[in-house]
């Protein structure tokens, strides 16, 4: 049987139950030092981390691997990498920060694909 994984909702990758608390915080400390060195017109708001609540209570709930909390978490932190990533002006894909110029410099933009 696989290990447990938690997804980091600022760069996607997957790490233990144990890890993920002390990987986040310098996960989100590595985004604001590579945003700051982003021209001011590509700078992003920070990544918000998602917060699973009960309706009812508004309780916050720890995901555990054994309920559904953890696999939503693990959804939601997901989509909220995915949305971090800067969008290329030409063609609309997403990459990291420091991968986008290198793209945009050799994208050709949207290509329309032939059957």
């Known amino acids: ?17 144990q890890s993920i608390d002390i990987h986040e915080p310098q996960c989100l400390k590595k985004w604001h030092n590579e945003n700051d060195q982003l021209p001011k017109s590509r700078r992003r708001q920070p990544p918000v981390k998602p917060i699973i609540t009960m309706s009812s209570k508004s309780l916050d709930l720890k995901a555990t691997p054994d309920n559904i909390e953890y696999s939503l978490h693990n959804e939601l932190a997901s989509k909220a990498a995915i949305a971090n990533l800067i969008p290329c002006h030409k063609c609309n894909r997403r990459f990291n920060p420091d991968r986008i110029d290198v793209h945009e410099r050799v994208c050709k933009g949207v290509h329309e694909t032939t059957q």
Do not use: A, H, L, S
């Not at 049987?1 to 139950?17: L, N």
């Open 1 to 17: 049987m696989p290990p447990i994984t938690v997804v980091c909702y600022i760069c996607g990758r997957e790490f233990g139950t």
